[in-house]
Nanobody, 117 residues
Framework: QVQLLESGGGLVQAGGSLRLSCAAS????????MGWYRQAPGKWRELVAT???????NYADSVEGRFTVSRDNARNTVYLQMNSLKSEDTAVYYC???????????WGQGTQVTVSS
């Protein structure tokens, strides 16, 4: 089992920045892809950004150039630096980890990001 613990959400004004962190614990040795998804009220959960253990990244078009995903493999931690935040970035952000060995997906509990205009 893998546990994901997120931190760093909060309230920020439009144009501001926030940094999210997610630390994986437990049987995390076979985790490959980690990343972030978000869900706004009344909408489906959507991909924000992912990063593999080798450093390959993938971003949603809506955040490309404003958000940066990074990872510390030694600490099994993934980060999301969010700059130039917009009101439409308001959502609950969920950390995700994919286990290549078991094929299981793991999710964090979610952290609220609210951007005021």
């Amino acid at each position: 089992q893998v546990q994901l613990l997120e931190s760093g959400g909060g309230l920020v004004q439009a144009g501001g920045s926030l940094r999210l962190s997610c630390a994986a614990s437990g049987s995390a040795f076979s985790i490959n892809e980690m990343g972030w998804y978000r869900q706004a009220p009344g909408k489906w959960r959507e991909l924000v950004a992912t990063i593999t253990s080798g450093g390959m990244t993938n971003y949603a078009d809506s955040v490309e150039g404003r958000f940066t995903v990074s990872r510390d493999n030694a600490r099994n931690t993934v980060y999301l630096q969010m700059n130039s935040l917009k009101s439409e970035d308001t959502a609950v952000y969920y950390c995700h980890a994919g286990d290549d060995y078991s094929g299981l997906d793991y999710w964090g509990q979610g952290t609220q990001v609210t951007v005021s205009s």
